[in-house]
């Protein structure tokens, strides 16, 4: 492939057009003009702008990095020869997607090209796919470093081995390796978590059985404590029998006894109200009746008393009138009252006290036993009502006990009792109970056995299968280090020995050797040297000379002539000094008879080094 010509917009670029000869192009253009642009725009036109990738710190996206600056959409036209035919290859901003639109025309006809895709182009123009197109022909001032890909090392191998491209030593090992990671690595993987769930597997059959066991046990007890709990219902079933019986019993007696007893005390209340109204009445007259009595018998002493002291005043008068006379000396005359007569009245007198004496008697006694009886009568009747008060007490009492006892037996709750050996019995049944259903609830989270027996039989098989696996990957992953081994052995020299001679040239001889290790670090033997140099001891132009040798070297290696794709190089020779940029000038003229060469450069020392030369193509853009 050839390129003819570019137009692009993209960012800075406004319709910008760059062509191209067909051997050596020199482009110079100041920093900040559009180099690295017009290299990442064609490389957008061969193989498509990646609208996945995101921005990152200090680093934006193409899509945003070449964002038109002008606002238009981004587009561009890729003019080129491919096997003997002009192909214009144009990509535009179509549905919001940069450069999401792709056509490839001949020019000749404006036919589409068949079998040329956005996906493909680049790889079927240059014959190379994007990582080796950046890693072989496409040479920046920034990424001059040659690093391993597995698209690079296939075409390597395609060149030191079988012929087929599509091999690659480390793709296979990454592979296998994955493969490998993803049975075991360390303690991740298939392997690793097969045998964790064997394990805890292992540890739930191994619980199941503990539990099973100590269920069984739990069962056992539960039944024996069952059949003590049953003994102890029963024995409580008949005491409760026996207890409602009793209760009854009680129940009925103490209302009876109530009963009675208010019956009795309202007897008692009625004889008392009957009583009380018949003696109140009979009591006063007793009570007049006897205050009569003795009223009679205060006037009788009173009459007598009076009546004895009238005789014996009368009988002192008597002898008085009798005995005065005859007193000698008594001045007065009174006439001589007989003896006899005066004897006779004062017998009289005396007789009639003694009769009245007599009569006072028989009706004082009369009297006293008239009051006795009636204050004896009184008395029975006072006893009468003291007794049917304390009989009506009485009754209040034992109605009021009756009361008490029947609201208790009433009220009486519980049942019979039962000694602690029962209660102790129920405790025990339904904490067992509890565990039993604990367990039965662990049991069934650990599901069934049968299950887990078959599932711990895949697992240990699955184990088992990928095992071997692994077995048979660690045996394929030493014998394809054994391979890569022979294979370095074979393309290492070669691809050393051409960028030996690139090299040694752009060096002036300085150097002669160049060691490449699988993984493309390297290490060069100085001219007169017999110790090798590591890469970090060389200047930055030397080591920009070493890797644009060994990427000229990679160059001839994965594509060469006639099929050679166009060398690129941005900026690639500023770290050269004189002497050697004449050198790396006169190499990439010759490569340019060859395979197009082109150069970008914001120096002016390649134009005047190569003002000599007739058959290249100078471009300058504006500002240089």
């Given at each position: 492939m050839k390129l003819r010509k570019l137009t692009a917009t993209f960012g800075c670029l406004d319709g910008a057009t760059l062509t191209f000869g067909p051997g050596l192009t020199l482009i110079g253009a100041p920093n900040g003009s559009g180099k690295s642009t017009w290299c990442a725009f064609l490389r957008v036109m061969l193989y498509g702008l990646d609208t996945r990738q995101r921005d990152r710190k200090g680093a934006p996206a193409d899509k945003n990095r070449y964002r038109p600056w002008n606002g238009k959409p981004m587009e561009g036209l890729l003019e080129c020869e491919h096997q003997g035919a002009v192909i214009l290859l144009r990509r535009t901003s179509a549905g919001g997607v940069p450069m999401g639109d792709f056509s490839a025309v001949y020019q000749a006809t404006g036919l589409p090209v068949p079998g040329l895709t956005a996906d493909n182009a680049g790889?079927?123009?240059?014959?190379?796919?994007?990582?080796?197109?950046?890693?072989?022909?496409?040479?920046?001032?920034?990424?001059?470093?040659?690093?391993?890909?597995?698209?690079?090392?296939?075409?390597?191998?395609?060149?030191?081995?079988?012929?087929?491209?599509?091999?690659?030593?480390?793709?296979?090992?990454?592979?296998?390796?994955?493969?490998?990671?993803?049975?075991?690595?360390?303690?991740?993987?298939?392997?690793?978590?097969?045998?964790?769930?064997?394990?805890?597997?292992?540890?739930?059959?191994?619980?199941?059985?503990?539990?099973?066991?100590?269920?069984?046990?739990?069962?056992?007890?539960?039944?024996?404590?069952?059949?003590?709990?049953d003994h102890w219902d029963k024995r409580l079933s008949a005491e409760t029998d026996k207890f409602q019986t009793v209760s009854q019993q009680r129940y009925a007696q103490a209302a009876a006894e109530l009963d009675a007893a208010q019956l009795h005390l309202q007897t008692l209340q009625a004889q008392q109200q009957a009583q009380a109204q018949q003696m109140d009445g009979e009591a006063q007259e007793i009570a007049e009746e006897i205050q009569d009595t003795r009223r009679a018998l205060s006037s009788r002493r009173w009459l007598m008393t009076a009546f004895v002291t009238l005789v014996v005043l009368l009988t002192v008068a008597g002898a008085a009138l009798y005995l005065l006379p005859r007193l000698p000396g008594f001045p007065l005359d009174f006439p001589e009252i007989p003896l006899l007569f005066l004897a006779l009245g004062a017998g009289v007198l005396w007789l009639l006290v003694l009769l009245f004496t007599l009569v006072k008697a028989a009706c004082d006694r009369r009297d006293r036993r008239e009051v006795a009886d009636l204050q004896a009568l009184l008395d029975t009747q006072q006893q009468a009502d003291t007794s049917l008060a304390q009989a009506l007490r009485e009754a209040q009492i034992r109605r009021d006990h009756a009361q008490k006892y029947f609201e208790a037996v009433s009220q009486q709750s519980g049942g019979p009792y039962l000694p602690p050996e029962a209660e102790a019995c129920r405790a025990s049944l339904h904490q067992v109970e509890q565990e039993i259903a604990q367990l039965q609830g662990q049991l069934t989270a650990l599901g069934d056995p049968v299950a887990v027996d078959a599932q711990l039989d895949e697992v240990e098989e699955e184990t088992a299968r990928l095992q071997a696996d692994y077995d048979a990957l660690e045996i394929a992953i030493e014998a394809l280090q054994t391979a890569d081994r022979q294979l370095h052995a074979r393309f290492s020299p070669r691809l050393s020995q051409q960028a030996e001679a690139y090299f040694a040239q752009l060096t002036q001889g300085a150097f002669s050797q160049i060691t490449l290790d699988r993984d493309f670090s390297v290490t060069v033997g100085q001219a007169g040297s017999l110790t090798p140099r590591p890469l970090a001891l060389l200047s930055q132009g030397t080591r920009d000379q070493l890797y644009l040798a060994l990427r000229l070297g990679v160059a001839d290696l994965v594509l060469p002539t006639p099929d050679a794709c166009p060398l690129i190089l941005d900026d690639a020779l500023l770290a050269f000094d004189d002497d050697r940029l004449a050198e790396a000038l006169h190499l990439l003229t010759q490569l340019a008879a060859k395979r197009q060469v082109i150069l970008f450069t914001c120096q002016h020392r390649e134009f005047f080094m190569l003002e000599d030369q007739w058959d290249l193509t100078r471009v300058t853009l504006p500002g240089f």
């Open positions: 790889e079927v123009l240059t014959g190379l796919s994007r990582e080796v197109f950046d890693r072989s022909v496409f040479l920046r001032q920034t990424a001059l470093a040659v690093t391993q890909s597995q698209d690079l090392e296939k075409r390597i191998t395609d060149l030191v081995s079988s012929g087929e491209e599509d091999v690659s030593w480390s793709e296979a090992n990454d592979r296998l390796k994955a493969w490998l990671h993803r049975r075991r690595f360390h303690k991740s993987g298939r392997i690793p978590l097969l045998e964790a769930e064997a394990a805890q597997l292992r540890q739930t059959v191994a619980q199941t059985a503990a539990l099973r066991q100590d269920l069984a046990q739990q069962q056992a007890r539960a039944a024996t404590l069952r059949r003590q709990a």
